[in-house]
């Protein structure tokens, strides 16, 4: 059970636009902690694609955008291309009575049809 | 142009130990924090802990505390993650990534997996 909430699975066309949530608490992204989202190619390392919760590292096209309300975060992918097709898992922070530890959401697996 | 690479793949018996290295290249290493990211096979992320090298600094997740050290070694750019009393759940591919200055994780290791099996 991951801190952070995250559908198991979305599809979509390609050339569509697609959002992934990531729900959280008041411990969390609540309580104003940034959200990171990671990009996974099967068997690869996980890459950074979105920080601060709507900022593109270099080099990861404007397709990927993120946003952050409230409890809650959001990936959108638009113009859906086939290489698209991963894993994607959000992150953040959470203030708890053991300290402040990382949390990840338990990831997205995004299907190109 | 960063680079974290990490050891080889290692085959661990229930209750030994394990050591995973990770040598940072392309960057100053006491300029930035490393952590460390767990994932069980076709299983998520699962974030273990991190050091600071240069303050010599580390926090562990709850669900790991006592049995993991991470380290750093600032003369040769390199941390470790030595996990003890391993058991079959902690088969999985162990991550090192280097932390920017948002607290993301914007450079990462290719890796290592760790099988622990009698």
């Known amino acids: 059970q991951s801190v952070l909430t995250q559908p198991p699975s979305v599809s979509g066309a390609p050339g569509q636009r697609v959002t992934i949530s990531c729900t959280g608490s008041s411990s969390n992204i609540g309580a104003g902690n940034d959200v990171h989202w990671y990009q996974q190619l099967p068997g690869t390392a996980p890459k950074l694609l979105i920080y601060g919760n709507n900022i593109r590292p270099s080099g990861v096209p404007d397709r990927f955008s993120g946003s952050k309300s409230g409890t809650s975060a959001s990936l959108a992918i638009t113009g859906l291309q086939a290489e698209d097709e991963a894993d994607y898992y959000c992150q953040s922070y959470d203030s708890s009575l053991t300290g402040r530890d990382v949390v990840f959401g338990g990831g997205t697996k995004l299907t190109v049809l | 142009q960063v680079q974290l690479v990490q050891s080889g793949a290692e085959v661990k018996k229930p209750g030994s130990s394990v050591k995973v290295s990770c040598k940072a290249s392309?960057?100053?290493?006491?300029?930035?924090?490393i952590t460390w990211v767990r994932q069980a096979p076709g299983q998520g992320l699962e974030w273990m802990g991190r050091i600071i090298p240069i303050l010599g600094i580390n926090n562990y997740a709850q669900k790991f505390r006592g049995r993991v050290t991470i380290t750093a070694d600032k003369s040769t750019s390199t941390a470790y993650m030595d996990l003890s009393s391993l058991r079959s759940e902690d088969t999985a591919v162990y991550y090192c990534?280097?932390?920017?200055?948002?607290?993301?994780?914007?450079?990462w290791g290719q890796g290592t997996l760790v099988t622990v099996s009698s």
């Open positions: 392309g960057v100053t290493f006491s300029n930035f924090a």
């Open positions: 990534a280097k932390i920017g200055a948002y607290g993301d994780y914007d450079y």
